[in-house]
């Protein structure tokens, strides 16, 4: 079979259209072996947890551990997330500043990870499954500068 040497317009455009037709033959619709379920679904945001500050030391001396605790409520089901600590002071904060503990169930202390952004030492724990219902988490905290502070604290959604 020889082919011509000069197609026109029209040919070429016949010919990309019955290529197309096979390649588009490949892809026929599904077929269904049963009933189709059609339905909505509606994403919501998680509620916020509720969290209460208890045996907050107002002033510590320099070097001592003291202890606090967090009451966490979670009205969600069972989700990740982190604590956060955000401290900052009027001449400026060091890394070395403040260190936390957080208490595991197993009864252990585990030191939380630091890091700065600008005048703001942030303090944040592991991520933690926070079970649906009220559980309360003990801290250590420990001031290694002479100082006054200012500090945020908040469950922050884990990354």
Do not use: C
């Amino acid at each position: 079979m020889k082919l011509p040497s000069h197609l026109t317009k029209t040919q070429i455009a016949l010919a990309i259209l019955v290529i197309a037709s096979l390649i588009g033959g490949g892809y026929a619709a599904t077929t269904y072996l049963s009933n189709v379920i059609n339905r909505t679904l509606e994403v919501q945001a998680p509620e916020q947890m509720s969290l209460t500050l208890q045996n907050w030391p107002s002033s510590v001396i320099q070097g001592l551990n003291y202890t606090f605790a967090l009451r966490i409520s979670n009205n969600n089901p069972s989700m990740p997330a982190k604590f956060e600590f955000k401290f900052t002071r009027a001449d400026g904060i060091q890394q070395s500043d403040i260190d936390l503990y957080l208490k595991d169930p197993s009864g252990n202390y585990t030191k939380l990870e630091k890091t700065i952004d600008g005048n703001t030492l942030i303090i944040h724990s592991d991520q933690i499954s926070f079970p649906t219902g009220t559980i309360t988490r003990e801290f250590i905290i420990n001031a290694n500068r002479v100082g006054s502070y200012s500090v945020s604290i908040a469950i922050a959604q884990a990354s």
